[in-house]
């Protein structure tokens, strides 16, 4: 009954920003770290940033500087603040509950496309 609801992904130009949201249900949201994870058609899925329920943040390498993840515990909801946009950021986006990721349960993501 847990359920994750990306959304906010678009087509964007080289250097504009878009704000991602999750939303959760089913779940107490603020008691669990929380991960965006992305990936490109061809490509491994790849971890972008984790939080965790203390507001703790991790981030890649490729991202560190220009995206910046956070949680609103009173609205179930996790974002993904994306600033400087790349073409190779360019991806479907999904949110999960760190702990689920053994058990290899994704959502539909919401897809992110940086072009001219």
């Known amino acids: 009954q847990v359920q994750l609801v990306e959304s906010g992904g678009g087509l964007v130009q080289p250097g504009g920003s878009l704000r991602l949201s999750c939303a959760a249900s089913?779940?107490?949201?603020?008691?669990?770290?929380m991960v965006w994870y992305r990936q490109a058609p061809g490509k491994q899925r790849e971890l972008v940033a984790t939080?965790?329920?203390?507001?703790?943040?991790n981030y890649a390498e490729s991202v560190k500087g220009r995206f910046t993840i956070s949680r609103d515990n009173a609205k179930n909801t996790m974002y993904l603040q994306m600033n400087s946009l790349k073409p190779e950021d360019t991806a479907v986006y999904h949110c999960?509950?760190?702990?689920?990721?053994?058990?290899?349960?994704w959502g539909q993501g919401t897809q992110v496309t940086v072009s001219s």
């Open positions: 999960n509950r760190a702990d689920l990721l053994k058990v290899d349960m």
């Open positions: 089913g779940m107490i949201f603020s008691g669990y770290t």
């Open positions: 939080i965790t329920t203390n507001g703790n943040t």
